[in-house]
């Protein structure tokens, strides 16, 4: 199994378990397949749950939780934390590196917020893509107002990305028009255009606003391509903004 699918099969048996737990009766065969298929990756049963290498069956684990907590809300926590270590290391390694390059400069931003957003968007590319794309422009977005905020800008109440866009634009020097070089011009253009294409597939397919009648569902491949856009894009500007620090 390629890292993708072993992480699906392992969310899929956590979902499995938390439905039983809870009493909504589970089919124990997928339980069993799943179990099977991920007891035979050693890197997988090193950290799966001891109750899932003991328990072969669904009744085996109803025997095992129901006396262990009582209610619903404490089976259902108990089973997310003890997936928590897998989960992460399928994750983590799941990562591209891309991922870990805007990772280990978003680290650096003092802003709780960015760092939110930012991993936010990176879990939610395959499971949630609506989700993934609205936070893309959030991340964007959270960039801007963070090195305006910095440079004492004020950019009123209600801006939209493209205003903000052009507001830091203007003060790192990253406008086409302040630059004679044709190939500079030429790529901060394609800067300014994905700036302006995430605004508007955020509020075309992203998860922030309703739509009608005739609506486009995004895949993760789409999520993919906005999430690592923006996360480019936040890297871009952030170390143009501590270059620019430099020579105040």
């Given at each position: 199994m390629d890292n993708q699918e072993k992480l699906i099969k392992v969310e899929t048996i956590q979902n499995i378990l938390i439905a039983h737990a809870i009493g909504s009766g589970e089919n124990s065969s997928d339980y069993e397949t799943l179990r099977y298929y991920l007891?035979?990756?050693?890197?997988?049963?090193?950290?799966?749950?001891k109750y899932v290498i003991t328990c072969r069956n669904l009744q085996q684990f109803w025997q095992f939780i129901k006396y262990e907590y009582r209610t619903y809300g404490e089976r259902r926590d108990f089973i997310w934390n003890s997936f928590q270590p897998l989960l992460k290391k399928l994750e983590l390694d799941n990562s591209v590196p891309s991922d870990k390059l805007v990772t280990s400069v978003v680290k650096k931003i003092d802003s709780d917020y960015i760092h939110s957003i930012w991993h936010k968007a990176l879990e939610r590319r395959a499971s949630d893509p609506e989700g993934a794309i609205t936070l893309s422009r959030t991340l964007l977005e959270s960039t801007c107002k963070h090195i305006l905020d910095e440079l004492d800008i004020d950019y009123g109440n209600s801006p939209?990305?493209?205003?903000?866009?052009?507001l830091i634009a203007k003060e790192l020097s990253l406008s086409p028009s302040q630059h004679s070089e044709q190939i500079f011009k030429q790529i901060l253009g394609g800067c300014s255009s994905i700036v302006e294409g995430l605004g508007a597939l955020r509020n075309k397919v992203g998860d922030a606003h309703g739509q009608g009648k005739v609506n486009f569902k995004p895949s993760p491949r789409h999520a993919e391509l906005a999430v690592n856009l923006a996360g480019t894009m936040a890297v871009f500007l952030f170390s143009t903004w501590e270059m620019k620090k430099i020579e105040l």
């Open positions: 007891l035979k990756e050693i890197d997988i049963k090193n950290l799966l749950p939209d990305i493209n205003q903000l866009y052009r």
